[in-house]
């Protein structure tokens, strides 16, 4: 070190002690530290605080809209994830599962694609999109199993009879879904090509029948899920599978209606095969045969379903007075639609349309189930009068109420009335939204039709009886048959998705119903 500049390495040196007895603590400090270590910052957050701009105050009507926009009833099966847990934990979110969706000319070789022609490629996608879609499934179905079904049994979440009622016949399907894929993938060659499929869908559709028990039972199955849920443990456990990445944002029925919703999507599956199908390759006649058989098994599960939906929701039924029961009740073997509404003074009711009559209800809870209390005097469908209501016409019940009221409280109105001697009942319906009221509409409109045309075709056949069998008993046969087949028609009718319902249809269904007629006094 350079002579020079020793004294000004001591000054350096003497002023680093000094800092490091600064630095030493007294006891005096130590106390007096806590009380005066915080203050300072203070005035950071509130000067932070005024530099936060102001926010206006969301005006009432627009908050009512937001609420109002909030509800569904597409959304009850929808758990509230922002509802506190006490089992939530601060960490990182899980990351989701994401399922691949590849193309067939993506999983195997690009190179083949080259000797095909783009009509042939379509093809083999759309037998990799059959093949594809069974191993999800079967995935999924294992799935729901092994995380839902043997946790909630293993831990007494619930009963093996509660559990039974739930899954169903899910166990059953497993195997039948992958027969089919092992012979898919038993007849795919080596560079991933498939050349007929036709003969064994044939050969494995009529297996689908199964799903018949499987389908009826979802109705009462939901109900139970529904319920259970109510109770903390059931709640606490889905709500922690549905925020584990192998759920996918699925909740437990989701993974119960995919066999459904995979039924229903195959006559979808076999057209696109048939549409890329050349007419000289011989799985033409194979697929054109195959999709006559889906279509008949779908048919048929609808309608036994339809019949095990109406069954549940009439037993369900609480009558407050003899008075009340309906032998149009009693004999319904179809329900056309259902659900919420509220009335003009905002009181939420439950309505069900059968196939003749339309029974307004309250929802109430009995002996621990959900049940449906009859409102009013259930209204025969055929004398039941509709009316579309232009929006603004209604105006809500209750001086409060119509204070605080908006223009979304006076929307999507409709009014049915009926009127018979002294009785008379007369009820303005709110729906969900335009959507929904239309849905009523045409509900309530073919449910009408049919019940209509129904009466006059068995006017028609008592006035045959009356003229044809004086003596005999072969005119009241042939009246007992047609009497049948307008019943049947008459439910196969009802059995209808009613979103589908077009003018074109019932032009065809007056025409029909015409012709009958007609057919009907040539004989007579």
């Known amino acids: 070190m350079v002579a020079k500049d020793y004294p000004f390495y001591l000054s350096v040196k003497r002023a680093n002690c000094a800092l490091e007895v600064q630095a030493v603590p007294s006891p005096a400090k130590e106390t007096e530290e806590p009380r005066n270590k915080r203050v300072k910052p203070l005035s950071r957050v509130t000067s932070l605080a005024s530099l936060i701009a102001p926010v206006r105050a969301t005006p009432l009507k627009r908050f009512s809209q937001t609420l109002q926009r909030s509800i569904s009833f597409r959304s009850d099966s929808r758990p509230d994830l922002l509802s506190p847990r006490p089992w939530a934990r601060n960490g990182p979110p899980a990351s989701t599962k994401r399922r691949d969706s590849k193309l067939?000319?993506?999983?195997?070789?690009?190179?083949?694609?080259?000797?095909?022609t783009s009509k042939e490629i379509k093809r083999q996608e759309a037998i990799f999109e059959l093949s594809k879609g069974e191993e999800d499934l079967i995935e999924d179905l294992k799935l729901a199993k092994k995380a839902y079904h043997d946790p909630m049994l293993k831990l007494s979440i619930m009963t093996e009879q509660e559990l039974n009622q739930i899954f169903g016949t899910l166990d059953s399907l497993i195997p039948l879904h992958e027969d089919l894929l092992r012979r898919l993938q038993e007849v795919r060659k080596?560079?991933?090509?498939?050349?007929?499929?036709?003969?064994?869908?044939?050969?494995?559709?009529?297996?689908?029948?199964?799903?018949?028990?499987?389908?009826?039972?979802?109705?009462?199955?939901?109900?139970?899920?529904?319920h259970k849920k109510q109770d903390h443990r059931v709640h606490d456990f889905l709500q922690r599978c549905l925020e584990s990445p192998f759920s996918r944002k699925l909740d437990l029925w989701n993974f119960l209606d995919i066999p459904r919703s995979r039924l229903v999507k195959y006559p979808l599956?076999?057209?696109?095969?048939?549409?890329?199908?050349?007419?000289?390759?011989?799985?033409?006649?194979?697929?054109?045969?195959?999709?006559?058989?889906?279509?008949?098994?779908?048919?048929?599960?609808?309608?036994?379903?339809?019949?095990?939906?109406?069954?549940?929701?009439?037993?369900?039924?609480?009558?407050?007075?003899?008075?009340?029961?309906?032998?149009l009740i009693?004999?319904?073997?179809?329900?056309?639609?259902?659900?919420?509404?509220?009335?003009?003074?905002?009181?939420?009711?439950?309505?069900?349309?059968?196939?003749?009559?339309?029974?307004?209800?309250?929802?109430?809870?009995?002996?621990?189930?959900?049940?449906?209390?009859?409102?009013?005097?259930?209204?025969?469908?055929?004398?039941?009068?509709?009316?579309?209501?232009?929006?603004?016409?209604?105006?809500?019940?209750?001086?409060?109420?119509?204070?605080?009221?908006n223009n979304e409280r006076i929307k999507n109105f409709f009014r049915v009335s009926f009127k018979n001697g002294s009785q008379s009942q007369t009820h303005s319906l709110q729906a969900n939204d335009s959507f929904n009221k239309q849905q009523w509409l045409n509900c309530i409109r073919q449910a009408k039709e049919q019940a209509t045309c129904a009466g006059r075709a068995?006017?028609?056949?008592?006035?045959?009886?009356?003229?044809?069998?004086?003596?005999?008993?072969?005119?009241?046969?042939?009246?007992?048959?047609?009497?049948?087949?307008?019943?049947?028609?008459?439910?196969?009718?009802c059995s209808m998705d009613t979103s589908e319902v077009s003018g074109d249809c019932e032009h065809m269904e007056q025409t029909n119903s015409c012709e009958h007629e007609k057919q009907i006094e040539t004989n007579v």
């Open 104 to 116: 067939w000319s993506e999983t195997f070789d690009v190179c083949v694609s080259h000797m095909l």
């Open 269 to 327: 599956l076999l057209r696109e095969i048939l549409r890329h199908t050349p007419n000289d390759h011989p799985d033409q006649q194979h697929l054109e045969e195959a999709i006559n058989i889906i279509q008949g098994i779908v048919a048929e599960i609808n309608i036994k379903t339809g019949e095990s939906e109406c069954q549940y929701y009439k037993e369900r039924l609480i009558y407050l007075e003899e008075g009340q029961r309906d032998s």
């Open 458 to 493: 068995g006017a028609l056949t008592s006035e045959a009886e009356s003229v044809l069998s004086p003596g005999g008993h072969r005119a009241a046969q042939g009246g007992a048959s047609l009497e049948q087949m307008d019943q049947s028609d008459c439910e196969s009718d």
């Open 190 to 226: 080596p560079d991933g090509s498939t050349e007929h499929v036709g003969h064994i869908l044939v050969g494995w559709l009529p297996c689908l029948n199964s799903y018949d028990s499987y389908c009826s039972n979802q109705v009462a199955a939901k109900a139970l899920l529904d």
């Open 330 to 405: 009693d004999n319904s073997r179809a329900l056309c639609c259902h659900g919420e509404l509220k009335n003009n003074r905002g009181v939420k009711l439950h309505v069900f349309l059968f196939e003749e009559v339309l029974v307004i209800t309250r929802a109430v809870t009995h002996n621990e189930q959900l049940c449906y209390q009859l409102y009013r005097q259930p209204i025969p469908v055929r004398e039941l009068l509709l009316e579309d209501l232009q929006d603004g016409e209604v105006r809500l019940g209750g001086s409060i109420r119509g204070a605080f009221s």
